[in-house]
């Protein structure tokens, strides 16, 4: 079945990097766009980042552009979040999504926590 499973969260100081992974089994991982989004406890879940299939195509939320970026290992069936120039603000559970056909799946979250 459809797995995704996230990794790379944690606590880092405002201005720090972070690197999360996604990896994804039980489906053809090449043949779909993967995104990635987060939510913040009281606050509807956003996205935050796009990819195609071919990892050429990237789309990001204004509020990450220039910060984060998203990148596939198509080999590896990995999909990538690096985080640069944290922010308090970007503090929140993040998920990884993809849609297969009409059917929607999620990992289950790994926590991102902004603060000195």
């Known amino acids: 079945q459809v797995q995704l499973v996230e990794s790379g969260g944690g606590l880092v100081q405002p201005g720090g990097s972070l690197r999360l992974s996604c990896a994804a089994s039980g489906f053809t991982f090449s043949g779909y766009a993967m995104s990635w989004y987060r939510q913040d406890p009281g606050k509807e879940r956003e996205l935050v980042a796009r990819?195609?299939?071919?990892?050429?195509?990237?789309n990001y939320a204004d509020s990450v552009k220039g910060r984060f970026t998203i990148s596939r290992d198509n080999a590896k069936s990995t999909v990538y979040l690096q985080m640069n120039s944290l922010k308090p603000e970007d503090t929140a559970v993040y998920y990884c999504?993809?849609?297969?056909?009409?059917?929607?799946?999620w990992g289950q979250g790994t926590q991102v926590t902004v603060s000195s």
């Open positions: 990819i195609s299939t071919a990892g050429n195509r990237p």
């Open positions: 999504y993809v849609r297969i056909f009409s059917t929607t799946y």
